[in-house]
């Protein structure tokens, strides 16, 4: 199987002693790998290291072979991200937005940018400014703007942040349909367990920095009736059983 | 290149796209036109006796504007690439694609330097075409191409110290602060210390001065231009260092 990510010995520690420690997994084509663990256990910290957003205390990453610190734009040719808030310019419209960000990729089409609106159900806003724009609506405008060069590695990080129960299931449709058609890796964050074992087909459980385990979905729920049991038990074998 | 040009595009279109720029530019021409008419109306009055200087008003406006104008542009540009988008977490968008941190840097300043540039030729055509139509003509026009030209020098070193504050907050607003108390402060200093005027290199902000109309002295230009050039070294080398190991 083709390696897509190749996460070592992450480290990425701030001065308060937050942060993630020796984060370890690797992503092969068509897997989606869901990061579960609950706020401020590290998961975005993770996606920025593993982007280059920030740089790594120690650890290296490779993406498609290539170390995103030595060889970023070889690294990051072929994947889209959405990392926290979307990263949208307000005072463009959402046509604009995808334009700007379609110049960075060789051979996007004015066509492409339709295409991408349409999936995305904001065909019929492309001339409105992003800022005029709901939660929901600026969440999917940067689903856009990830998948919007056909990357073959897509990190969404909380991606149902700000979306209705029909934007959910949509999102969830859409990373389904691209991972089996095309073939598409995906490394998803959320603390919401549903959402991951609903999508994804691999889970590392992450918690207050730590990678408790990284299993196959199957393997997860082998021996407990849901993700969420799943979640527990590997917390309660690192910290103790929850006292009331 | 192509990344790098791309980034040019997007960062000049992304500056474009803000009203308040197009609205400074029209307050420009507006400047240039209030002094024309200022100066038809006193002449009117004072039955020609009074005169102040439409027919170099080419030169005339472009001390204040070097010295004022444009660099608030600069600050407010740079502000608006820099420390808005790191506020505001827009950055992103484009340190998650395939781009260097470098390309993008340059991209940015190459950016607000081409609106820079578009604020002097429209400084420029505007005064030229003042001259040209109510002084009897253009008396000095290669003089006054030349002296616009050599201003993007100086410029481009305070638009390299404008990006190097920039990388050392996170506030859009405190970095337009110190900038224009930092900007204040060199210019006080080089006024009130004529011998520190030299080194500072806000001393060379009419950078035109010293090539047009005299003999030039080269040891003491190549001095002068190696000063900027350290400055820009410094602020360029400092600003990029800041700007790469940025945590967003």
Redesign the interface.
């Known amino acids: 199987m083709d390696k897509i990510l190749e996460v070592n010995q992450l480290t990425k520690l701030y001065r308060n002693g937050r942060g993630i420690s020796r984060l370890s997994l690797t992503l092969e084509r068509g897997d989606v790998v869901g990061l579960l663990g609950p706020n401020g256990s590290g998961k975005t910290t993770a996606m920025k290291a593993i982007v280059g957003l920030n740089h790594a205390s120690s650890g290296s990453v490779r993406i498609f072979g290539y170390d995103i610190e030595t060889e970023y734009e070889k690294a990051m040719e072929k994947v889209g991200c959405l990392i926290e808030a979307p990263a949208i310019y307000e005072f463009l419209t959402a046509y604009a937005n995808l334009k700007l960000m379609s110049r960075y990729h060789p051979g996007i089409s004015k066509d492409r940018i339709d295409e991408i609106l349409s999936i995305v159900r904001l065909d019929r806003y492309k001339k409105d400014k992003a800022g005029r724009f709901s939660l929901g609506m600026k969440q999917r405008l940067g689903l856009a703007m990830a998948l919007l060069s056909e990357p073959e590695l897509i990190i969404l990080d909380e991606p149902a942040n700000g979306l209705d129960i029909e934007g959910i299931i949509e999102v969830r449709e859409i990373i389904l349909k691209l991972s089996k058609e095309k073939g598409v890796t995906f490394l998803i964050s959320s603390h919401i367990a549903s959402e991951i074992e609903k999508t994804c087909n691999k889970v590392a459980i992450l918690h207050e920095g730590e990678m408790l385990s990284f299993d196959t979905m199957e393997d997860a729920l082998k021996l407990n009736p849901t993700l969420e049991d799943y979640f527990l038990e590997k917390v309660r074998d690192k910290r103790g059983p929850v006292i009331l | 290149m192509?990344?790098y040009l791309?980034?040019v595009?997007?960062e000049f279109?992304?500056l474009r796209?803000?009203k308040k720029y197009f609205v400074f530019l029209i307050i420009e021409i507006a400047i240039c036109v209030l002094l024309l008419l200022i100066e038809t109306a006193l002449k009117r009055v004072s039955g020609g006796l009074f005169n102040i200087g439409i027919v170099d008003m080419s030169l005339v406006m472009l001390t204040f504007f070097i010295q004022v104008y444009i660099p608030l542009i600069i600050f407010m540009a740079s502000c608006d690439l820099f420390s808005t988008e790191i506020q505001d977490?827009?950055?992103?968008?484009?340190?998650?694609?395939?781009?260097?941190?470098l390309k993008i840097f340059l991209g940015k300043i190459t950016a607000i330097m081409l609106l820079a540039c578009v604020f002097l030729a429209s400084l420029f055509i505007t005064t030229i075409l003042i001259e040209a139509l109510f002084s009897g003509g253009v008396r000095n026009f290669w003089v006054s191409f030349g002296a616009y030209a050599l201003d993007i020098v100086p410029l481009f070193i305070l638009l390299l110290m404008a990006v190097l504050i920039n990388q050392s907050t996170k506030s859009s607003t405190l970095a337009m602060f110190v900038l224009i108390l930092t900007y204040t402060l060199l210019m006080i200093v080089g006024i009130l210390i004529p011998q520190l005027s030299g080194l500072l290199f806000t001393g060379y902000s009419q950078w035109h001065n010293i090539w047009i109309g005299q003999t030039i002295p080269f040891w003491p230009m190549i001095s002068k231009i190696g000063l900027l050039a350290g400055y820009g070294t410094i602020f360029m080398s400092a600003g990029y260092y800041l700007f790469d190991?940025r945590?967003?």
């Not at chain 2, 977490?89 to 941190?101: D, E």
Request: no cysteine.
């Open positions: 192509k990344l791309a980034g595009r997007n279109e992304k796209a803000k977490g827009t950055i992103k968008a484009v340190l998650m694609r395939p781009i260097s941190r190991r945590e967003i």
